[in-house]
């Protein structure tokens, strides 16, 4: 079973403040991703990595950065929020090997700006 | 164009009812094919994972994927309350880790 962890859960916060949406996987996963959901909408990916020291901008263009200093965890930040970051962010891994497996997913962070 | 397009419902269906889920894509080259279900303030949860044309059985759950006409399927027998999500599908290349998602189709199955 996928053991993926999120926190915070939920996290209201005003305009301007540095936030970091946590991200912990206990499975070894060597691929971590960062999507963002919004309400009707499709989930775009705005970041991942394929292992420690590596990360890379996923196809949705996104103000928040990334850091993989451990396998088990990858954390976004965003330095400085607004209202436009208000969403539902979730957090995926998937192991290295073989072609046949998926991500799995946390349960999301979300998030609203004021 | 989307890549991938799926009728964001919302369906509502009686308790025992079959349910048909479904999604287009135009991107020829998709090969591996997932449906996820998603609770209420949940993270989506991989439910069916099939790889190129064919059928896939999991207890009331069958993926199908018609490649000639870029189409899936998810089919739902004897539906329960507990099936009452929003599913998404979802779709990549060989080799690719880029997941392309439809929008997400919310069911309401009703005792």
Sequence with gaps: EADIYQTPRYLVIGTGKKITLECSQTMGHDKMYWYQQDPGMELHLIHYSYGVNSTEKGDLSSESTVSRIRTEHFPLTLESARPSHTSQYLCASKSHGGEHNEQFFGPGTRLTVL | ?111
């Design chain 2, 1 to 111: 164009q989307k890549e991938v397009e799926q009728d964001p419902g919302p369906l509502s269906v009686p308790e025992g009812a079959i349910v048909s889920l479904n999604c287009t894509y135009s991107n020829s080259a998709f090969q591996y094919f997932m449906w996820y279900r998603q609770y209420s303030r949940k993270g989506p949860e991989l439910l069916m994972y099939t790889y190129s044309s064919g059928n896939k059985e999991d207890g009331r759950f069958t993926a199908q994927v018609d490649k000639s006409s870029k189409y899936i399927s998810l089919f739902i027998r004897d539906s329960q309350p507990s099936d009452s999500a929003t599913y998404l599908c979802a779709m990549r290349v060989t080799g690719a880790n880029n997941l392309f998602f439809g929008t997400g189709t919310r069911l309401t199955v009703i005792p």
